[in-house]
């Protein structure tokens, strides 16, 4: 079996997924798991899929056939998962919006090693004022040689400039 990584995105529309999933099943392929979502009008997805060797060409050419009907789908071969040990690591974060928060906050994480497993953000205006509130939530993995104190106050320091409540918890 060949593992593929597909990438998908379009104009938001149904069945979108289904005729992404006819493709897959259609050349014997194994949907394995994906994060698909709708913003502004667009979808955009990520998925994980196993296809028999002699059918990967197949696959490629019918999922770029999709195009015609406005789906762009891109594929990657899947890596292997780094052998390395990690901590999965709950990131909470809220605060006035501004430009540059997910910079910042990304940049300290890549300089200490930490990966980001997934992440999801959003503006709200808050309850009493309507200003608009920043909201992160990130799952983070965190080599083991990394002591959670020292990510912590890292964090903390730069959640001070920005001026933002941040909270790391230990994954379930």
């Not at 052998?83 to 928060?101: F, P, Q, V």
């Not at 106050?153 to 400039?161: H, M, N, P, Q, V």
């Amino acid at each position: 079996m060949d593992h593929l990584i597909l990438t998908v995105i379009a104009q938001d529309q149904p069945g979108l997924v289904e005729r992404v999933a006819q493709c897959v099943a259609k050349h014997g392929g194994n949907w394995l798991e994906s994060r698909m979502s709708r913003m502004a009008g667009q979808f955009a997805g990520i998925l994980r899929v196993d296809v028999p060797a002699a059918s990967h060409g197949a696959l490629m050419e019918a999922l770029g056939e999709l195009s015609a009907q406005g789906i762009r789908v891109q594929l990657a071969s899947a890596g292997a998962e780094p052998d390395c040990t990690w901590k999965s690591i709950h990131l909470d974060l809220l605060g006035n919006d501004r430009a540059g928060i997910v910079r910042d906050i990304t940049r300290l994480l890549a300089a200490n090693g930490v990966n980001l497993e997934n992440l999801v953000t959003e503006v709200t205006p808050a309850p009493m004022s309507g200003e608009p509130l920043f909201h992160a939530q990130a799952t983070l993995a965190v080599p083991e040689g990394l002591p959670l104190s020292t990510l912590q106050t890292s964090l903390e320091s730069l959640a001070d400039d920005l001026m933002v409540e941040l909270k790391l918890r230990m994954e379930d």
